[in-house]
């Protein structure tokens, strides 16, 4: 993986495995130790290297082989739960060094209205980001409020959108590439326009 791809990778999940990171000493200095935030402090250090604007990278070649068992924190400890890992990435897009403006007014619509669209919208409101609303797909029972918000469709968020940032919220991979096509369709840029947030 490229440095872009790992960038636009950030706030889906993790894009880089803890045991294989690898830095010079300088680096280690400026983002700092790990942190006790109340979520994945790997993926916290991730955040972190990215806010810093520092490229990350991975090589084709296999460096760790994955050894998953029912026992491990990831499985186990609250700390990895999905609504921790979105505290995570709701803490890390409203950063003024992230360079979304959340903190200084902009608005974000946000793709989804199932558990991740919600998590989403409580930890961006908890870090200050303004929601304006849910995009949902046309549906034969569509929904028109989430968390006292409106719920519109992508056809009307075209009309809706203005400088506001849209941010999914959909974990599924074969629905993320369907909506980065809507969103390529409409001219809208990755990390500018829209972020892809799992």
Known sequence: MEAEDIANACFIESPLPNPSLFAHRLFWEAIG??????????????????LAGIAMAKPPAMLLRWREHPQRLTNTDSRYSRQ????AKAWAITQPS???HLNTGRSVWICGTGRNARYWHDAL??????????????????????RHLPVITYDQ???HKGDSLVLSAI????AREALVSWFDSHAMQSGVDYVLGG
């Open 98 to 100: 992230a360079g979304f």
């Open 171 to 174: 974990s599924a991979p074969v």
């Open 157 to 159: 968020l075209v009309d």
């Open 84 to 87: 921790a890992f979105i505290n």
């Open 125 to 146: 409101i908890d870090n200050g980001a303004d929601v304006s609303g849910f995009v949902e797909l046309d549906s034969a029972k569509p929904r028109t409020q989430k």
């Open 33 to 50: 130790p790990y942190r006790d935030m109340g979520w994945p402090e790997d993926y916290d250090l991730i955040l972190r290297t990215w």
